[in-house]
């Protein structure tokens, strides 16, 4: 049996962009059931701006395992540092060995935790690993883990900090390109997946569509692995002068603080989908597969600005479907005259 009161929880969430942008609603869930509590959230180097600034966060620590936490020796790094803070609760949601055993080690009584073949035995109180099946959104999924202490329900409003050197770069950058907010569409090309990638020919003819029907400019954000898509895009359309590349160029909090000001993104199913909706900007997000566990069903975009396109099994998406639903949002925002 679980006690009712907890001093002191750590949050593990240390996989991808989108998967911690989701666990924002449970953390909220977290701070409103143990509002005295300290929480802090364990990340990775890459995603630690989605949380620092966090409202219901005292503390954000990172696993680095490039750096001080690499190897056997960088685990005990890792399984000290997280005794010396006393947790009394770790709420796993990225539950791999890794994170199970340090969480173990490290002498936190109540682990609670999505039980899988990944030293899922060592969580006290396993939760059965129904994800795969995409029945439910991802942030729900997280939402389930914290059932055990009582929490049954709560809002799915996601949240996304910006970072203030951050802010100024951007802000800085749009003065020099002479480029206002509300006043481009971001692109975003990639994913995790090349399989969850539309066509970068369909995208150069979207970008022309879009550039001959509303007096926008498009920007193309995304890792220095979404370069080559980028570059693809760009030998393809006709409408190269009208179009910023930053792939590759941006920081994570930088591309925050670029999305709060972008009057659109369109994104392949991926994690600046979810940065978007979290800062509350529309967002289309492309699906190009529709298999249990990646599906729309648990990835969405949520909010009310968020929207989604899915290829079926014998129909793919067309240039006119993604044309179509922007000039739906456009509309329904009151949002540009069409030229």
Same mark, same amino acid.
């Not at 509303?214 to 006709?238: E, H, N």
């Given at each position: 049996m679980l006690p009712k009161n907890f001093h002191n929880i750590l949050i593990v969430r240390t996989d991808r962009i989108g998967d911690v942008v989701l666990t924002t609603p449970a953390i909220k869930a977290l701070r409103q059931a143990y509002p005295a509590a300290r929480i802090s959230v364990l990340v990775t180097p890459s995603t630690y701006d989605l949380v620092n600034g966090n409202p219901y966060v005292d503390e954000v620590l990172v696993d680095d395992r490039q750096g001080r936490q690499k190897g056997p020796l960088g685990f005990l790094r890792l399984a000290g540092q997280l005794r010396s803070k006393k947790f009394d609760l770790a709420v796993i949601f990225h539950t791999k060995r890794r994170y199970n055993s340090a969480c173990y080690w490290a002498g936190i009584p109540f682990r609670l935790g999505y039980k899988n073949n990944k030293f899922g035995f060592l969580l006290t109180h396993p939760l059965k690993d129904v994800r795969a099946l995409g029945e439910k959104h991802e942030a729900e999924y997280c939402m389930d883990v914290l059932k055990a202490i009582g929490i049954e329900k709560g809002d799915l409003d996601i949240f996304v900090p910006t970072q203030k050197e951050a802010e100024a770069s951007?802000?800085? /950058?749009? =003065?020099?390109?002479?480029?206002?907010?509300?006043?481009?569409?971001?692109?975003?090309? %990639?994913?995790?997946? $090349?399989?969850?990638? /539309?066509? #970068? #020919? @369909?995208?150069?003819?979207?970008? @022309?569509?879009?550039?001959?029907?509303?007096?926008?400019?498009? !920007?193309? !954000? %995304?890792? $220095?692995?979404?370069?080559?898509? #980028?570059? @693809? !895009?760009?030998? =393809?359309? =006709?409408? #190269?002068? =009208?179009?910023?590349d930053l792939t590759g160029k941006t920081s994570l909090a930088q591309t925050v603080s670029l999305l709060r000001r972008a009057r659109l993104l369109i994104s392949n199913d991926s994690g600046p989908v979810h940065v978007a909706a979290g800062v509350g900007v529309s967002v289309i997000s492309l699906f190009m597969r529709d298999e249990p566990g990646i599906n729309a069903e648990r990835w969405k975009p949520l909010g009310p600005k968020g929207f989604i396109l899915k290829a079926g099994p014998n129909a793919a998406i067309k240039v006119n479907d993604v044309m179509g639903l922007a000039e739906q949002i456009f509309q329904k925002e009151g949002q540009y005259e069409i030229f």
């Open positions: 951007v802000l800085a /950058w749009m =003065q020099e390109t002479h480029l206002k907010p509300n006043e481009f569409i971001a692109i975003h090309p %990639g994913a995790s997946d $090349p399989a969850k990638c /539309w066509p #970068a #020919a @369909d995208f150069a003819l979207l970008i @022309d569509r879009l550039t001959e029907r509303y007096p926008v400019k498009i !920007i193309l !954000i %995304g890792s $220095p692995q979404t370069s080559t898509s #980028a570059q @693809d !895009i760009l030998r =393809q359309t =006709q409408k #190269a002068s =009208q179009i910023l």
